[in-house]
């Protein structure tokens, strides 16, 4: 009996395994698609003006780390806020919920950066907010929050289709419309 309560428990572990790694592969491509225009659009900017860019290797580390909080944050319950209230209310607060944590964390890093510069933590955090890579921050911040936004709306369309229901909906063809066409 203990074979057969290992074996189901080693089958139970590969396929979470699985499963966890086809999510975080989901997040990991629809998060990347969202930096990666990022980015490229950063480089174009900067290559007008003949600054090198090097900014995609960090990329990657930004869209694991985003995409596997975002899948755990997606399974804490907001309680009595969104409880039986339209799936937008959900959408909306939990896309301002991860831009602020997104703002929080890029102010964070961009006073890591400059604390040698500025003598300490605490004051590097303060000039963050005078300093022009606050510009960058917002243009990140913007752009992420897009990419929040997005994923919050498809989050909620998947589960009221159901398991596999978003994928047949875009690998489906589109149904004829009412009444024909041009009317």
Known sequence: QREKIA?????????????????????????????GVLMTLKW???????IEFHGFSLMLVGVLVLAKVVLVLEHVPLGTLVQNRPALVDVIFRTALYALGVIVVLLL???????????????????????????HVW??????????LGYN???????????GGLMRLFLSPLPEEAGGKGE
């Open 153 to 163: 709306i498809l989050s909620v369309i998947r589960r009221h289709l159901g398991k």
């Open 109 to 135: 890093e961009k006073a890591f950066d400059g604390r040698h510069e500025y003598g300490g933590f605490g004051r590097s955090l303060r000039t963050v907010f005078h300093h022009l890579d606050i510009y």
């Open 44 to 50: 174009l900017i900067l290559a007008d003006y003949r």
């Open 7 to 35: 074996r189901n428990y080693a089958m139970g572990f590969r396929k979470k395994l699985i499963n966890e790694t086809k999510e975080m592969a989901l997040a990991g491509f629809y998060f990347a698609a969202w930096l």
């Open 139 to 148: 243009v990140n911040a913007i752009c992420l929050s897009g990419a929040l």
